[in-house]
């Protein structure tokens, strides 16, 4: 197995209204990606949708979320970046999420698994696990992340795309 | 003395430089490549990685595995714990999601003198050789436009109270990284415990 850095985005002053992986290469087995965002919404939390090819049709998501004092789940298509700080919390602070997308050159529907967090110095804070599916059998061709509410994405922003490469040591054996 | 270029030089044009990267193909590290990596041989209160800026030179973000126990005289999980760049003030925040066998719950902690669950492990009442395991992550940490929010799945399977756990803090501060101390929020890590730090770009 190895990682291969793609793309680092860096979301410049004026902020932007999403983050756009485009032409990925279909040369990698799986995709992996990290992101640093926060919103201006003004609540503490923001939703961070995933959209596969910019399809309309969005992955469906199974999550676990802790808010520091409560624990929910629940099935949305609206997490399938994770969470996002909001302009309500903690200023300067900028959540933490890594997204996995296996298989994502397939011709079958697409899994994802997603572990996010959105720190913030009160008690209201967000951990998020999510399991998902984008149930569609393209490629995935590109990747826009953007706020579940049409929060601005705030400078200083940031979004890192992996390919990783399925490998062989030449003696494990898989059955 | 002067320098040769190692991959143009030959008898016949003997180039020299002032330079070891004149004339060689510039050095580009790994996409991914560990850092750094310490392995116990013996019982010790904590771990620093240092001069981060250095060591990582050319890297967007850090990951820290870790596999560790302690020697606490007791048995169930004992929590790990993070200062950045050895800043004991009331500076961190942080938050846990995470579920014991029977029920899952969430936590959060404010103005902290450290971040309380980086990782979590056994001790030495707890089943032989058993160790806890935990994965971090470091975003943009060197970048000094904000605070370092760091997220660490992590967990332990011990008789006397298994744990699985999504924890993260903040460092609230907008200096670069530079010094991770890690330690026990009680005795020493054992031999064997070990600590990998690795690079991303």
Redesign the interface.
């Known amino acids: 197995m190895?990682?291969?850095?793609i793309e680092?985005i860096e979301v410049g002053g004026g902020g932007a209204a999403s983050i756009l992986f485009d032409n990925i290469p279909q040369t990698y087995t799986d995709l992996y990606f990290?992101?640093?965002i926060?919103t201006n919404r003004g609540q503490a939390i923001e939703g961070m949708i995933l959209k596969p090819n910019s399809s309309a049709t969005l992955p469906t998501v199974r999550y676990?979320?802790?808010?520091?004092?409560?624990?929910i789940s629940d099935t949305v298509t609206s997490l399938g970046a994770g969470v996002a700080n909001g302009a309500s919390s903690?200023g300067?602070?900028?959540?933490?999420?890594?997204v996995y997308i296996p298989n994502y050159t397939s011709s079958v529907a697409k899994s994802l698994s997603v572990?996010?967090?959105?720190?913030?110095?009160?008690?209201?804070?967000?951990?998020?696990?999510v399991a998902g599916l984008w149930n569609v059998t393209d490629a995935i061709t590109s990747l826009l992340i953007v706020g579940e509410t049409g929060g601005t994405i705030q400078?200083?922003s940031?979004a890192?795309l992996?390919g990783i490469t399925a490998g062989s040591d030449g003696t494990t054996t898989v059955s | 003395m002067a320098i040769k270029s190692f991959t143009r030089s030959t008898i016949e044009n003997n180039i020299f430089y002032r330079s070891m990267l004149a004339g060689n193909t510039a050095f580009s590290p790994p996409?991914?490549s560990i850092l750094a990596e310490e392995v116990l041989t013996g019982t010790q209160a904590s771990v620093t990685f240092s001069s981060l800026g250095t060591l990582a030179a050319g890297y967007?973000?850090l990951q820290l595995r870790m596999v560790t126990r302690d020697n606490r005289g007791i048995s169930g999980t004992n929590n790990i714990r993070l200062q950045v760049n050895s800043d004991s003030g009331s500076n961190y925040?942080?938050?846990?999601?995470?579920g014991n066998g029977s029920s899952?719950?969430?936590?959060?902690n404010?103005?902290q003198s450290q971040f309380n669950a980086l990782s979590i492990n056994p001790s030495n009442s707890d089943t032989a050789d058993a160790f806890g395991a935990g994965v971090v992550?470091f975003?943009?940490c060197f970048?000094t436009?904000?605070?370092t929010?760091?997220?660490s799945?992590n967990g332990v399977t011990v008789a006397a109270g298994s744990t699985i756990r999504?924890?993260?803090?903040?460092w609230?501060n907008?200096n670069a990284l530079d010094t991770l101390l890690i330690y026990p929020s009680s005795a020493s890590f054992v031999s064997g415990s070990r600590f990998t730090l690795i690079g991303?770009?």
């Open positions: 190895s990682m291969t850095l680092h990290v992101a640093s926060r676990l979320l802790g808010t520091g004092s409560s624990v903690t300067a602070t900028y959540a933490n999420t890594g572990d996010s967090v959105l720190e913030n110095n009160a008690t209201l804070g967000y951990q998020n696990l400078a200083s940031s890192t992996y | 996409d991914e967007q973000h925040a942080d938050h846990g999601l995470y899952v719950l969430s936590y959060a404010t103005s992550d975003l943009d970048e436009t904000k605070y929010t760091i997220r799945l999504l924890s993260s803090s903040v609230m907008t991303l770009k």
